[in-house]
DNA sequence: GCCAACGTTGGC
DNA sequence: GCCAACGTTGGC
């Protein structure tokens, strides 16, 4: 099994809506890196931790959910009104691919990025990379486990 | 709102 | 293939 990060814009869609709704697309991720990770390295069952990027209060991990589908072409680069329209992508051969995620918990108590940072337990953390600018990321199943043991 | 860092685009 | 210009991400 493998262990991810996935970010996201609480004023978007936050943890607290993935709560509401159970399981939702993940959709609107326009970078190849991505794209190639949903397609090559992401199963069903594998766990990620919902991270609250750009908060206006709390900017870090949240919680975790699943990941509960295969990747699959993300309907919205098709649509001319969504946030993300891509002209250039073809019906038969789409470019962007998403999967849907299933809420699983919410930490008790955010971990916030500073406090990540700061923590010699976390180096080596991709989402603390300078520059880093990708929305989903693997991470390590040590990391994984200290930063929902410190969220609980 | 600012800006550093990065990815993408397109001209050559 | 190079690289400047531009757009986006995301922390602060």
Known sequence: ??????????????????????????????????????????????????????????????????????????????????????PKSDLDNPRWLLVDVAYESHFKYPVLLSEMRLDPKLDGLPLLAKGNRLSVMPISKKHFEYICKHGS
């Not at 262990?3 to 943890?15: G, Q």
């Not at 326009?30 to 919902?50: C, L, S, T, W």
């Open 1 to 86: 099994m493998k262990y991810w990060l996935m970010k996201s814009e609480p004023d978007c869609f936050s943890i607290d809506d993935l709560k509401r709704v159970k399981r939702e697309p993940w959709d609107g991720v326009r970078n190849y890196q991505v794209r190639n990770m949903f397609r090559d390295e992401m199963a069903v069952g594998d766990k990620a931790i919902f991270y609250h990027s750009n908060a206006k209060k709390e900017t870090g991990a949240v919680g975790v959910m699943t990941i509960a589908s295969k990747a699959y072409p993300d309907p919205t680069q098709f649509d001319p009104k969504s946030d993300h329209p891509d």
